[in-house]
């Protein structure tokens, strides 16, 4: 009998595609952030604990990986459960123009099977932390060195283009996105002041997205901008500045339309699950208020 292509991949990897022994979900963490920094319960959708399987980490070549020279990613990692390669092999590509090194990606989850994920890398020590298991479509492009992704559980991503540049994009649990969605963490060119004849742009930058957000279809989210959980942004809007709380944007650029609101799943009823989360949402925002 003969067998497939991805068969065959696997049979030739065996036990040499995963390097070192298997870790916890808690370690996993450490080595994804800070040693001994605290669990971020936003990028989990109920404050639930990690998942409780073990980690592996195989090296960024085993999967779809386009890249240039004879070592063309030198320490570079990918981590997932335990015997999850092929499912995330068949929705995870690379791109890699020149030679890269440091880089660390770690899915916690494994994606809906329909997913396609892309990161172009033009840098070192690139990291993308995705806890979600639903579906996510986008196109990641990581320039220049020290780049950060992370996107909490439960976070669907119907088509989104992310440009990072010395920037760290953060994307709690919970997040809802329909197709289209531009997230610009970078100028991608320089700005010059005149009087110094300095660049006066390259510098950090960020953009987070609190828990439950949710962008609309073609939305487009600036660098250094926070929007905060709960929040609604319409279809084609420019957000340019922070989104408060529980409430929905729109225009360009955007401004607040409607305060004290949230979102659903569903049109017409709200689950019982969204119904604890959105009832917490309305006494904290009675509390603020009084």
Known sequence: MKQSARGLIE????GRKASGEPISAHRLFEHAFQEGTAPDRSLLLWGEDFPDCQYERIELEHFHFSAKGKQPATNCWLWCPVGSWSAIRAVVKFAAPKPIKDCNFYFFRVPAPTSKIRFTLRGDNQTAVLFSERIMRFNATMVDAGNTLTIG????IGGGELSLGRTTVTIAAGGLWSDGVLLQGTDSHGIVDLD???IINNVPKHITLKRRVWL?????????V???EGAIVGAAALVVKDVPKACAVAGIPAKVIKER???TQRRSVIMDD???YILRLRNEMKSSAE
């Open 261 to 263: 609101v949230t979102w």
């Open 274 to 276: 969204e119904k604890q």
């Open 196 to 198: 110094t004849m300095r």
């Open 226 to 228: 926070t929007i905060e």
């Open 153 to 156: 559980e439960n976070t669907y």
């Open 216 to 224: 609309g279809r073609g939305a487009s989210v600036m660098k250094n």
């Open 11 to 14: 049979a030739a990897l065996g």
